[in-house]
């Protein structure tokens, strides 16, 4: 499957998600985000929702299938959406079934990772990973960058957080400039991709060891890749998603260092 087609797949994949984020089966899943984000934020994130029963998951396939028009488990399969296990259809996203897309600057869809709806207790338990996503080149893309490239052109700075809640629970706050690593660690990748729009990163990245460690390795970096280096940083709790869930808002001048 060549890179077109791959995108052409994935963009359907992601609406009919997105469609299905609405049914009834999906409460859990659509009121958690209600929760936390806009309901209008739902669509410009393209939030879905992945079934994990076998009859409805066989149901999101065949609605796949009249979407494209050609076998639907063969392109799913190759997309490493849905698989086999002991002959019987199953996704990957099974005990995950919040998605959320990532797309590159232009729009194009880049992988789907999936939230579990676990408490941690139970992720634990019954070793759920809290995140899972289909395999993609990490180092080379930013979370939300699509979504605040024009942003961070017009305000000269980019503001750099970890995860993607993080990411989408700044942009409805109003820091619209933002973007998240999907982890603590800045690539070369990264960086060039960021200089194209601004040469001054803000980090703000989590309030624990690797988010320390992941600002000390940028430190070293702005020195030898020639950019401006400014931290941030929450006045209480672990990250920033958890700040503004428990503050209602924030701005940027409550994050200055």
Known sequence: MNKKTQNKYFNIFINQANKWLYKDIAKKEYSYLCDRIPKDYIDLWQF???????????????????SIKEDPQSVLQELGIIYNYYKKLKSFFHNNTLLIPMFDVYGQPVTVSGRTMENEKSQKENGINKYKHISYSKKNNLFGLNNSYKEIIKNKCVVIVEGQFD??????????????????????????????????????????????????????????????????SIPSGKDLNQYIIDAKTVSINDLIN
């Open 48 to 66: 879905g929702y992945m079934p994990n029963s076998h009859e409805h998951l066989i149901e999101f396939i065949d609605e796949f299938g009249k």
């Open 167 to 232: 990411c989408i629970s700044g942009f409805n706050c109003g820091i619209k400039n933002i973007v998240a690593l999907s982890g603590n660690k800045l690539t070369f990748e990264q960086i060039v991709l960021l200089k194209r729009f601004s040469n001054h990163f803000m980090m703000l990245l989590d309030n624990d060891e690797g988010g320390n460690l992941g600002f000390e390795k940028a430190q070293k970096q702005s020195v030898i890749y020639d950019f401006k280096l400014s931290k941030l």
